[in-house]
Nanobody
Framework: QVQLVESGGGLVQTGGSLRLSCAAS????????MGWFRQAPGEEREFVAA????????WYADSVKGRFTISRDNAKNTVYLQMNSLKPEDTAVYYC?????????????????WGQGTQVTVSS
């Protein structure tokens, strides 16, 4: 069992930066690939970024590539999402998740543990 708690969301102007954190409980955190997803009102949940259990591999949605960076610290049971050059279209609730099924990291159905989400609002 893994419990995930996101933090770091807020209101920021276009071009600004935020750093999201996702703290995990449970001794098996380091064995999971971790992902960040986001969901805007009226939209489906979409993949943002993911990182392998050993940090060797990362994946990004085209819409955030070059602006967002995912990282993790297994000693602290925490995964991060550094978001730079934010745009109004980045406005959404951001969720972290632990991948529990083998398969494409961009599919939400591959993730069995989810946090409660943190709101990110980018004003124009």
């Amino acid at each position: 069992q893994v419990q995930l708690v996101e933090s770091g969301g807020g209101l920021v102007q276009t071009g600004g930066s935020l750093r999201l954190s996702c703290a995990a409980s449970g001794r098996t955190f380091s064995t999971y690939a971790m992902g960040w997803f986001r969901q805007a009102p009226g939209e489906e949940r979409e993949f943002v970024a993911a990182i392998s259990w050993n940090t060797e591999l990362t994946w990004y949605a085209d819409s955030v590539k070059g602006r967002f960076t995912i990282s993790r610290d297994n000693a602290k049971n925490t995964v991060y999402l550094q978001m730079n050059s934010l745009k109004p279209e980045d406005t959404a609730v951001y969720y972290c998740a632990a991948q529990t099924l083998a398969g494409p990291v961009l599919r939400p159905t591959m993730y069995g543990y989810w946090g409660q989400g943190t709101q990110v609002t980018v004003s124009s």
